[in-house]
């Protein structure tokens, strides 16, 4: 519910403070608000898997603090992936257009 009123105010914002003289929205200003969404979404997905797996790898060590060296470098791993989605993301919205 929070997520749809967040989205709400985003769209109507912007048209409900425009100013009368000025409500020239050109296609550049669309592509920017695109590509904030974008990196939003993406930085948003990355947090929420990022904090995922380092809790479910800081709750196997907790379990079995030997097997600690077996879990920590997989999970670095896959955390550096994660992190390479949001570079890409980037990537293809700074120059994608």
């Known amino acids: 519910m929070k997520n749809l009123a967040l989205i709400a105010l985003v769209l109507i914002a912007g048209p409900a403070l425009a100013d009368s003289h000025a409500s020239n929205i050109t296609d550049a200003s669309w592509i ?3 590509k904030g969404l974008c990196m939003a979404l993406a930085v948003a997905a990355v947090a929420t898997g990022q904090g995922k797996a ?3 790898a800081l709750d196997g060590i907790a379990r079995n603090p030997s097997a600690a060296g077996k879990i ?3 999970m670095i791993i896959a955390l550096a992936l994660m992190e390479g989605l949001v570079l ?3 990537v293809i919205c ?3 257009m």
């Open 72 to 74: 920590q470098t997989p």
């Open 88 to 90: 890409f993301t980037m």
């Open 32 to 34: 920017a608000i695109a």
């Open 54 to 56: 380092a809790s479910t």
């Open 94 to 96: 700074n120059f994608g």
